[in-house]
């Protein structure tokens, strides 16, 4: 180890790649003329033909008192770019259009690749420095739904994207194991369970009760106060009921694992909202000693999902009138039971407390966006200041319709994962291989575009399911980027000796092709950047078919294993092997497997 003096390693430097160093050349080269412009105003020209890097002047001329027209003209004649990435620079209407040094850009590209291949992408921005990111967090008492598929997805991915990033992450799967559900579902198990019912399928059975139960206390809302009464008890720890809450936990959490080892996702800690229980009277007490939380009617009824609560009920709330939200945050029911929402305060104080993050984040869906504000607030109030960012996603939509678990309307997530394989599986039936390996081909293909589907669009969007977009071998899919993975792999395997070994020479890579295929992979470090910071992983999916899209063209125009030369051969190797390894990492990065050959 050579951990410096205070027994703690040095730094490491933040890499810098092509693009990003291309864009402060150009910062530098503006102010050598006295303006300045930023380095996310360099604009990367796509689908141009005048301008690799552009950036316009309008601002930057305003701030300088200038005509924009002018000062690009003059700026123009006057930037020296020897020392730099670019070959020329010209003015067109107010903005700078430079053209890389394609020699020198091929060869910085290169070299960033060369630093290490399979970590090509990587940052250490985040060294040091936690994240916590609560993803998943299906209920016990619900099927594991198309809804939770999104968060585990996208949550999964953001872990990767964010490691690479260097950042420390916690995944935990914050499981909805507790609150008042569970006490409608304890008074449906005692009237109506049926042992070998709940044992053959745990969560849709679970499912059927609820929805009985909700059926049944519309006509007997006696119901109701005996649910209460049963999660009041859970809450006491009595035994009985405990007894019964756990053999629900065990069974659905077993079903949720097969699905997880399915989609091939994994987390760093499981705590679900019952770990929280014996904090919860503590942080109530606190909030009421502080003076942030007051015992009151609250004025409308209020709550969320589950948690009804009552207009005439006398319960602890926190005000949050001082952060201009009207509805204040229900910690605790008259009755003393807690709600999700003191369930969730008293679990980021404990990973506040244990992991001491730089942030927290929470993947679950657009609808709870109003009650992660009141959330945030109330954490305020209750004086911490670690930042809880709602990463927000749109809702699943399906050709069935909106979803209702109280109405039993619900599409089962394992159903669909199923469907995803026997379709994938149509699609390789004829391939010439063993059946096992076509198996496991059809299940890597059907995971794959499940997850590209959602991670491919901008995650506030609606996810519509549509199965043959979804798995289109020549359409922006899951199938077509493993696709191209596979035929890079094909080409290297054919040339029979690793390309990494041989020495590529960055000056012949001339040909639009290749140079348009380098372009698309010194893209791909500034989009893991953007899509870890914005966490936005559509930002990866879209370069990766970008990068597919030049490298299929490549592949038709030009000739690598029949090479003119061996050095070209060499070269063109090695750009295969950029190519292969980026599509590699970045399907990594979507939590998506790639298949050996397809
Ligand atoms: N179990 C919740 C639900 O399905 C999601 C929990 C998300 N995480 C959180 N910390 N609130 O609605």
């Not at 009237?191 to 049944?216: A, Q």
């Not at 698309?520 to 966490?535: C, D, K, S, W, Y």
């Not at 936005?536 to 490549?554: D, M, V, W």
Request: proline fraction near 5%; glycine fraction near 6%; aromatic fraction near 8%.
């Amino acid at each position: 180890m050579n951990d410096s003096a205070a027994g703690l390693a040095d730094p490491l430097p933040v890499p810098v790649y092509t693009l990003t160093k291309a864009r402060s050349q150009i910062v530098r080269l503006v102010e050598t003329q006295g303006l300045k412009v930023r380095p996310d105003e360099v604009r990367d020209v796509e689908a141009e033909v005048h301008a690799d890097l552009a950036v316009p002047l309008f601002r930057a001329a305003k701030d300088a008192g200038a005509d924009p027209v002018a000062l690009a003209r003059e700026l123009a004649s006057k930037l020296d770019l020897s020392h730099t990435l670019f070959r020329q620079v010209e003015a067109a209407q107010g903005y700078l259009n430079f053209r890389f040094n394609p020699v020198r850009f091929a060869r910085s590209v290169v070299r960033d690749f060369q630093i290490e291949p399979e970590g090509y992408g990587k940052s250490t921005l985040g060294q040091g420095k936690t994240i916590v990111i609560d993803y998943s967090s299906p209920n016990i008492a619900k099927p594991f739904s198309v809804g939770h598929l999104r968060s585990t997805v996208i949550g999964h991915s953001l872990h990767r994207i964010l490691s690479w990033l260097g950042y420390f992450l916690v995944g935990d799967n914050h499981l909805g194991d507790w609150g008042t559900q569970f006490g409608k579902l304890l008074e449906a198990w005692e009237i109506w369970g049926r042992e070998e019912l709940f044992k053959e399928h745990p969560t849709r059975y679970l499912l059927d009760l609820y929805v009985r139960f909700h059926e049944e206390a519309k006509v007997n809302p006696a119901l109701d106060d005996r649910a209460r009464d049963w999660f009041r008890r859970l809450e006491n720890k009595d035994q009985a009921a405990t007894r019964v809450w756990r053999r629900f936990v065990e069974l659905s959490s077993a079903e949720f694992q097969r699905i997880y080892d399915l989609l091939g996702v994994e987390f760093d800690s499981t705590l679900g909202e019952s770990f929280y229980a014996d904090r919860l009277e503590p942080l109530v007490r606190h909030a009421l000693d502080r003076g942030v939380a007051k015992r009151e009617h609250p004025l409308e009824p209020a709550g969320n999902g589950e948690d009804d609560v009552a207009r005439d009920e006398r319960v602890v709330l926190i005000p949050l009138d001082s952060a201009g939200i009207d509805t204040p945050l229900i910690l605790q029911k008259s009755d003393g039971t807690s709600l999700y929402a003191t369930r969730e305060i008293a679990t980021a104080e404990y990973r506040i407390e244990n992991w001491n993050p730089e942030q927290i984040l929470y993947v679950v869906g657009n609808e709870q966006t109003f009650y992660f504000r009141q959330f945030n607030a109330a954490l305020r109030l209750l004086g911490r200041r670690t930042p809880c960012v709602h990463v927000s996603f749109g809702l699943v939509r399906l050709p069935e319709g909106r979803m209702s678990t109280r109405e039993g309307r619900v599409v089962f997530l394992e159903d669909v994962i199923i469907e995803a394989i026997r379709r994938a599986r149509r699609i390789v039936e004829d391939r010439d291989m063993p059946d096992d390996e076509k198996e496991e081909l059809a299940r890597i293909v059907g995971i794959g575009a499940i997850k590209y589907a959602d991670l491919s669009q901008s995650r506030v969007k609606e996810v519509v399911f549509d199965w043959d977009k979804m798995l289109a071998l020549d359409g922006d899919s899951a199938p077509y980027l493993q696709y191209a993975h596979t035929r890079c792999r094909s080409i290297l395997n054919k040339a029979g000796k690793p390309a990494l070994k041989s020495r590529p020479d960055p000056g012949l890579l001339i040909h639009p092709d290749e140079v348009e295929l380098l372009r698309q992979i010194a893209r791909f470090p500034e989009a893991v950047l953007a899509a870890g910071t914005n966490h936005e992983p559509h930002r990866i999916a879209g370069r990766l078919y970008k990068l597919s899209q030049s490298f299929s063209s490549f592949y038709n125009n030009v000739p690598v294993l029949k090479a003119d030369s061996q050095d070209l051969l060499r070269t063109r190797l090695y750009l295969v092997e950029m190519t292969g390894a980026t599509l590699r990492n970045g399907l990594w990065l979507l939590g998506i497997e790639v298949p050996d050959r397809m």
